[in-house]
């Protein structure tokens, strides 16, 4: 059973334009969420967070929104640069555990 | 402030052998998770350490075990090793669970490859 799920293996975006992530999730008891970045033969890279009593988070570049009632957050990336090209996963967990769940990954390109 | 440093980076083991990987936490780090990311999915989670005690443990079967020492390094152990242990193996350390603004902090992983 996969409660955290990225349905989109792969996207595309042009340099300078919007980048848009998704991350779906099942447990409504996840309260908190991050976004990692993975480069080939580097380990995930902590990118954002977002806790439940938030719906928007943003750090430069990069905004997560959360809706907790569609369990449904999303990664922009504003504007996206070939350099953000690489494997962005989710991962939610929720208080008092001691483990992260993550989805399977979406790989973003970025064209010059 | 070094990082979390893991090795072997690469090795290939046959079926039925028993593996070793090892992982460096990061300076100031006493909670060491290890995750196991096989082809095309994202890390699952196998357990965590801190303190040198099992703080959690995930749906992995016993023959996976793990240690931390006083250093908070930590090790983990893969006996009996199957086909489908083939993965990248990585090491997360943390300060407490890993729930805060910063998250884990990743190794580069140890790619196991079973024959």
Redo the contacts between chains.
């Keep these: 059973d996969q409660q955290?799920k990225?349905n989109s293996p792969s996207l595309s975006v042009q340099e300078g334009r919007i980048s848009i992530l998704n991350c779906d999730y099942t447990n409504s008891m996840f309260d908190?969420f991050?976004w990692?970045k993975k480069y080939p033969?580097?380990?995930?890279?902590?990118l954002i967070?977002i806790s439940s009593i938030k719906d928007k988070n943003e750090d430069g570049r990069f905004t997560v929104f959360l809706n907790k009632s569609a369990k449904h957050l999303s990664l922009h990336i504003v504007p996206s640069q070939p350099g953000d090209s690489a494997v962005y996963?989710c991962?939610a967990?929720y208080?008092g555990?001691?483990?992260?769940?993550?989805?399977?990954?979406t790989r973003l390109k970025v064209l010059a | 402030e070094t990082g979390v440093t893991q090795s072997p980076t690469h090795l290939i083991k046959t079926r039925g052998q028993q593996v070793t990987l090892r992982c460096s936490s990061q300076s100031g780090h006493n909670t060491v998770s290890w995750y196991q990311q096989a082809l095309g999915q994202g890390p699952q989670f196998i357990f965590q350490y801190y303190r040198e005690e099992e703080n959690g443990r995930g749906n992995f079967p016993p023959r996976f075990s793990g240690l931390q020492f006083p250093n908070y390094s930590s090790e983990l152990n893969v006996n009996a090793l199957e086909l489908d242990d083939s993965a990248l193996y990585l090491c997360a350390s943390s300060l407490g669970a890993g729930q805060g603004d910063y998250g884990y902090t990743f190794g580069s992983g140890t790619r196991l490859t079973v024959v």
């Design positions: 955290v990225q908190y991050l990692y033969a580097e380990g995930p890279t902590f967070s996963f991962a967990s208080s555990t001691y483990k992260y769940i993550f989805g399977t990954g």
